[in-house]
């Protein structure tokens, strides 16, 4: 009964998650959605405004590793994918987040979150 009980908190977990993410990108305008597949940096690119004139423009890297922790090494790509001002990068995962990537997050000079 308590696997059970454990599984069944997990569940409601992401689909919590999951459901605020879809939200917050589906208030935004995207114009890049990459395919599944090999990955080539950027998975959306959102604005605010239809034509993207607005900042911040949003880079969303996602990552689906359930069973393991997103490294660093992905957070320090997302901040050399915010080469313009007003950037901001988001890193969406399925599973965890090493104390080193929420760190490089922490301490990026552009705005990333996790």
């Known amino acids: 009964m ?5 599984f069944a908190r ?4 992401f689909r919590l998650f999951w459901i605020n ?4 990108v589906l208030s935004l305008h995207c114009e890049i959605v990459a395919p599944k597949g090999k990955d080539v940096g950027v998975d959306v690119l959102a604005f605010h405004d239809p034509l993207g004139a607005t900042i911040p423009r949003v880079k969303v890297q996602v990552k689906h590793t359930p069973s393991s922790s997103v ?7 997302t901040v050399g994918l915010l080469n313009r ?19 490089a997050a922490r ?3 552009r705005s990333v979150r996790l």
């Open 107 to 109: 301490e990026s000079h």
């Open 21 to 24: 993410i879809s939200r917050f």
């Open 85 to 103: 001002d007003g950037d901001a990068g988001l890193v969406v995962t399925s599973g965890l987040f090493t104390s080193e990537a929420h760190r």
């Open 2 to 6: 308590c696997k059970f009980v454990d």
């Open 10 to 13: 997990k569940v409601a977990f």
């Open 71 to 77: 490294s660093v090494e992905v957070v320090r790509q």
